[in-house]
C-alpha cells in the first residue's frame, strides 16, 4: 500500500527567508503523481504545487518549488521568500491518477509552518 | 479558478439528530466528488467518493448507513450523518473535480453533536 509521510510535524521560517518542508512516500508504482497542499486556518485545502512523477523536470509555482528525487522516493517543497500568509499546515500527497478522481489521494499527516515577523 | 462551496460551514445539533452537508461546484461541472474527514491535528481520512448518478464507493470502515451520500448533480453531493452521535464529531471536507483537473476543495463543515 501507498503511505506518505511527513516527519517534521512543526516548522518555523523568519520572514523574507527560505524554509524546506520534507516528504517521503512509499509506492511501487512507476507512474503517480504528487501534490502539496495548504491548510491555513480557514480549513480550506489549496493547492499549491503539483508533480507528474514521470517528468524530471522539477514543478515551480513562483515562490514555490519542488525538490523530487523519484529513486530516493522524496519530494521536498521549498518555499523562498516566505510571506506571514505562508503560515498553515502543508499536507504532502499521492496519487495514481492526476485528479485524484479515484479518491486515493492519500495524505501525509502534516506540517505546520509558523512565519515568525 | 474552480470553487466549491460546502454549506453549513459549523453545525452544532444533538446526539440523536440527522445532519446533512452539502458540497456544490459553483462553475464547473464536477464528475466525481469526495468526501473527507479531518480529526484535530490529523490528516485528511477519505470517506467515500461519488460519482453523479452513481452509488458512492465507501472506504473500508466507514459505515454506509451511517453517512449517507447523495450526488444527485452534476453540480451537488450531500452528505447526511445519520442519527448522529459524539463521536461523529469533526471536520468534514467535500472536494470536487472534472476528468483533468485536480480535485478543489470546499471549506470544511465543523460538526459539534452535543
Known amino acids: 500500500a501507498q503511505t506518505v509521510t511527513q516527519s517534521q510535524p512543526e516548522m518555523s521560517v523568519q520572514e523574507a527567508e527560505t524554509v524546506t518542508l520534507s516528504c517521503t512516500y512509499d509506492?511501487?508504482?512507476?507512474?503517480?503523481?504528487l501534490f502539496w497542499y495548504k491548510q491555513p486556518p480557514s480549513r480550506q485545502m489549496i493547492l499549491v504545487i503539483r508533480?507528474?512523477?514521470?517528468?524530471?523536470q522539477n514543478a515551480t509555482e513562483n515562490r514555490f518549488s519542488v525538490n523530487f528525487q523519484k529513486a530516493a522516493k522524496s519530494f521536498s517543497l521549498k518555499i523562498s521568500d516566505s510571506q506571514l500568509g505562508d503560515a498553515a499546515m502543508y499536507f504532502c500527497?499521492?496519487?495514481?491518477?492526476?485528479?485524484?478522481?479515484?479518491?486515493?489521494?492519500?495524505f501525509g499527516k502534516g506540517t505546520k509552518l509558523s512565519v515568525k515577523p | 479558478g474552480a470553487v466549491v462551496s460546502q454549506h453549513p460551514s459549523r453545525v452544532i445539533c444533538k446526539s440523536g439528530t440527522s445532519v446533512k452537508i452539502e458540497c456544490r461546484s459553483l462553475?464547473?461541472?464536477?464528475?466525481?466528488m469526495f468526501w473527507y474527514r479531518q480529526f484535530p491535528k490529523q490528516s485528511l481520512m477519505l470517506m467515500a467518493t461519488?460519482?453523479?448518478?452513481?452509488?458512492?464507493?465507501?472506504e473500508q470502515g466507514v459505515e454506509k448507513d451511517k453517512f449517507l451520500i447523495n450526488h444527485a448533480s452534476l453540480t451537488l453531493s450531500t452528505l447526511t450523518v445519520t442519527s448522529a452521535h459524539p463521536e461523529d464529531s469533526s471536520f468534514y471536507i467535500c472536494?470536487?473535480?472534472?476528468?483533468?483537473?485536480?480535485?478543489?476543495f470546499g471549506d470544511g463543515t465543523r460538526l459539534s453533536i452535543l
Open positions: 472536494s470536487a473535480r472534472t476528468a483533468d483537473q485536480p480535485q478543489h
Open positions: 509506492t511501487s508504482e512507476s507512474d503517480y503523481y
Open positions: 508533480q507528474e512523477a514521470y517528468k524530471q
Open positions: 500527497a499521492y496519487s495514481t491518477d492526476y485528479g485524484g478522481s479515484q479518491g486515493n489521494l492519500i
Open positions: 462553475d464547473f461541472q464536477a464528475t466525481t
Open positions: 461519488s460519482n453523479e448518478g452513481s452509488k458512492a464507493t465507501y
